[in-house]
């Protein structure tokens, strides 16, 4: 199994650019997550899914748009990148229910927004 | 919203010595969750634990689930290098009764371990 895996490791865009990252899982996990991460703030959750076709808001949706077409893939877009989205993204994914919440993070996107 | 305190924000020890992290929370979680950052990496969970007064350990380390549902603690005994890196504490959220799948994270605690 690949995991979790993440593309593109890094990114550079001008404000106003849009972009997709990719996040795709290979464990059939019904959960999947996007967080950003900046200093001294932990984690914070953008948007989730609990299963395809299924998407709700986080914490900081503002600015970022998910789908869920299929299991495997939960893309982010960012429709028109501004500098405070500047930050590292992960991707993360679970099964649902239970004692099987621990979440399996893919290895982070690092966006600079100039 | 739940919000995770995790204290402290960053500890610089000798190598050899045993380390603490606690986090604590107004609200109560179903489960708590113990991950490591390494640099350049996203975060590997190291311990889980899903009932209030549980005591877990994985090798050198140690975490519990307070009995109040609202705290956490992580011991890592005998520190070597290799324990470098940032420790979230999570929390599970809860609505009701119910788990939503949502974790919510502290602020991390930054390990430097000194030689």
């Known amino acids: 199994n690949a995991g979790v895996t993440q593309t593109p490791k890094f990114q550079v865009l001008k404000t106003g650019q849009s972009m997709t990252l990719q996040c795709a899982q290979d464990?059939?996990?019904?959960?999947m997550s996007w967080y950003r991460q900046d200093p001294g703030m932990g984690l914070r959750l953008i948007h989730y899914?609990?299963?395809?076709?299924?998407?709700d808001q986080g914490e900081v949706p503002n600015g970022y748009n998910v789908s869920r077409s299929t299991t495997e893939d939960f893309p982010l877009r960012l429709l028109s990148a501004a500098p405070s989205q500047t930050s590292v993204y992960f991707c993360?994914?679970?099964?649902?229910?239970?004692?099987?919440?621990?979440?399996?993070f893919g290895p982070g996107t690092r966006l600079l927004v100039l | 919203g739940q919000q995770l305190n995790q204290s402290p924000q960053s500890m610089f020890i000798q190598e050899g010595e045993d380390v603490s992290m606690n986090c604590t929370s107004s609200?109560?979680?179903?489960?708590w969750l113990w991950y490591k950052q390494d640099p350049g990496e996203g975060p590997v969970l190291l311990i889980a634990?899903?009932?209030?007064?549980e005591l877990t350990s994985n090798g050198r380390l140690t975490a519990q689930f307070g009995i109040t549902r609202k705290d956490s603690f992580l011991n890592i005994s005998a520190s070597i290098p290799s324990d470098v890196g940032i420790y979230f504490c999570?929390?599970?959220?809860?609505?009701?009764?119910?788990?939503?799948?949502?974790?919510?994270f502290g602020q991390g605690t930054t390990l430097q371990v000194k030689p």
């Open positions: 993360a994914s679970s099964w649902l229910g239970g004692s099987s919440e621990t979440q399996y």
């Open positions: 464990m059939n996990h019904e959960y």
């Open positions: 899914s609990v299963g395809a076709g299924i998407t």
């Open positions: 609200s109560i979680f179903n489960t």
């Open positions: 634990l899903y009932k209030a007064g």
């Open positions: 999570a929390g599970a959220a809860v609505h009701g009764s119910s788990n939503t799948g949502k974790l919510i």
